[in-house]
């Protein structure tokens, strides 16, 4: 009896709980069908004082324009999925939770993207963080962030939202696929190339047969000879042409394939140039006085192909001309000398441009 209830009571007391969760489950059903959303609550978690790419009033106004109803419907109606895919959608909220609280609130909490340069060039107006994502710049947004301007254009379209380096391997993907698609082009051409070759082949193998039997004379023997040597002449140069026909094909699409294999390595190369542009911006935002003493990188692509930089400082009425983006420190720590010890004394009206690019000098106009 005692062994009984050593295990009776413990039992009956997890068949209490069981019961319980389960009515209060029924409970929460039952409210969530009866309780409506009466409040939305929006917070922007890592809002600062250097300014907020998104608001408050402009995550109401997405869900407003988006049609999703919410204020005045029942808990287990609303769909908290499609409220984070609409407060996503600007490109700007990097992550966005909603849920809902038992007395009828809708929750909204979400984190920007955090930008570390501004793109304004070429019908660009994006922000870049600095894992290379991309995003159209918010209506009315500012951030205090480096400014690009200049000619230069990433290889992405200007309203383009999400990281550079997935744009380019669906690029280098969609490349791949069209050069496979052109090598497949390829096989009735080979196919034609085959079949003219073996034709070429029987024409020379065809031979004219005195016909002995017949008593042929000589002169009419002589006649079916060249008769033969006409048509075999005749055939060589139209099959020759035809060669050349298909060489050609095969040559335009080895052309086209080698031109898409070109343009593969062009996207690598400005994937590279971006990445070193936001390296730059990086090392430019460590250091307190270059933060604040440049204000705009003008960027440009040179006929060679390579990313160049010019830099418009706070200071003076120069343009420093950086060129590429290589050996970027020794240059900074050259250019922080020349203002130390060389502009105090030369004086910092005088010149137009300062050109860092050549070793171990700078040159002055």
Same mark, same amino acid.
């Given at each position: 009896?005692? !062994?009984?209830?050593?295990?009776?009571?413990?039992?009956?007391?997890?068949?209490?709980?069981?019961?319980?969760?389960?009515?209060?489950?029924?409970?929460?059903?039952? &409210?969530?069908?009866?309780?409506? +959303?009466?409040?939305?609550?929006?917070?922007?978690?890592?809002?600062?004082?250097?300014?907020?790419?998104?608001?408050?009033?402009?995550?109401?106004?997405?869900?407003?324009?988006?049609?999703?109803?919410?204020?005045?419907?029942?808990?287990?109606?609303?769909?908290?999925?499609?409220?984070?895919?609409?407060?996503?959608?600007?490109?700007?909220?990097?992550?966005? &939770?909603?849920?809902?609280?038992?007395?009828? +609130?809708?929750?909204?909490?979400?984190?920007? @993207?955090?930008?570390?340069?501004?793109?304004?060039?070429?019908?660009?107006?994006?922000?870049?963080?600095?894992?290379?994502?991309?995003?159209?710049?918010?209506?009315?947004?500012?951030?205090?962030?480096?400014?690009?301007?200049?000619?230069?254009?990433?290889?992405?379209?200007?309203? @383009?939202?999400?990281?550079?380096?997935?744009?380019?391997?669906?690029?280098?993907?969609?490349?791949?696929?069209?050069?496979?698609?052109?090598?497949?082009?390829?096989?009735?051409?080979?196919?034609?190339?085959?079949?003219?070759?073996?034709?070429?082949?029987?024409?020379?193998?065809?031979?004219? !047969?005195?016909?002995?039997?017949?008593?042929?004379?000589?002169?009419?023997?002589?006649?079916?000879?060249?008769?033969?040597?006409?048509?075999? &002449?005749?055939?060589?140069?139209?099959?020759?042409?035809?060669?050349?026909?298909?060489?050609? &094909?095969?040559?335009?699409?080895?052309? %086209?394939?080698?031109?898409?294999?070109?343009?593969?390595?062009?996207?690598?190369?400005?994937?590279?140039?971006?990445?070193?542009?936001?390296?730059?911006?990086?090392?430019?935002? !460590?250091?307190?006085?270059?933060?604040?003493?440049?204000?705009?990188?003008?960027?440009?692509?040179?006929?060679?192909?390579?990313? %160049?930089?010019?830099?418009?400082?706070?200071?003076?009425?120069?343009?420093?001309?950086?060129?590429?983006?290589? @050996?970027?420190?020794?240059?900074?720590?050259?250019?922080?000398?020349?203002?130390?010890?060389?502009?105090?004394?030369?004086?910092?009206?005088?010149?137009?441009?300062?050109?860092?690019?050549?070793?171990?000098?700078?040159?002055?106009?």
């Amino acid at each position: 009896m005692r !062994k009984i209830g050593r295990y009776l009571f413990p039992a009956l007391l997890w068949s209490a709980v069981a019961l319980y969760v389960l009515y209060a489950a029924s409970l929460a059903r039952s &409210a969530r069908r009866t309780t409506v +959303v009466g409040t939305v609550q929006v917070e922007v978690t890592d809002s600062t004082a250097h300014g907020s790419l998104v608001t408050e009033r402009e995550v109401r106004s997405r869900l407003a324009r988006s049609g999703l109803k919410v204020q005045g419907q029942p808990l287990d109606s609303v769909d908290l999925t499609a409220i984070e895919r609409v407060v996503r959608a600007g490109g700007f909220v990097d992550r966005a &939770a909603a849920y809902l609280t038992t007395d009828g +609130v809708l929750r909204i909490e979400l984190s920007q @993207h955090e930008p570390v340069l501004r793109l304004l060039t070429e019908g660009m107006n994006s922000y870049v963080t600095r894992t290379g994502y991309l995003f159209p710049a918010p209506p009315r947004s500012a951030r205090y962030v480096p400014v690009v301007t200049g000619s230069y254009r990433p290889p992405v379209p200007a309203k @383009h939202t999400g990281l550079m380096r997935e744009r380019i391997d669906r690029e280098k993907g969609r490349i791949d696929s069209l050069v496979e698609a052109l090598e497949r082009s390829k096989y009735p051409h080979y196919a034609a190339e085959r079949q003219n070759a073996r034709k070429q082949r029987e024409v020379r193998r065809r031979r004219v !047969k005195r016909r002995w039997w017949a008593f042929e004379p000589e002169e009419e023997f002589e006649r079916r000879v060249e008769e033969l040597r006409e048509e075999k &002449a005749l055939l060589l140069r139209r099959y020759r042409y035809e060669a050349r026909c298909i060489d050609e &094909a095969i040559e335009r699409i080895g052309e %086209e394939q080698a031109r898409q294999r070109r343009r593969q390595k062009n996207l690598e190369k400005s994937y590279e140039d971006f990445m070193k542009l936001l390296t730059f911006v990086e090392i430019v935002g !460590k250091d307190d006085f270059w933060r604040s003493e440049l204000v705009e990188l003008v960027a440009a692509v040179a006929p060679s192909g390579v990313l %160049e930089l010019s830099l418009v400082p706070r200071s003076g009425r120069f343009t420093i001309r950086f060129g590429r983006l290589e @050996h970027v420190e020794e240059k900074l720590d050259r250019l922080l000398r020349f203002y130390e010890r060389g502009l105090p004394v030369i004086g910092w009206e005088r010149w137009r441009e300062i050109d860092v690019r050549f070793a171990d000098r700078i040159v002055c106009r």
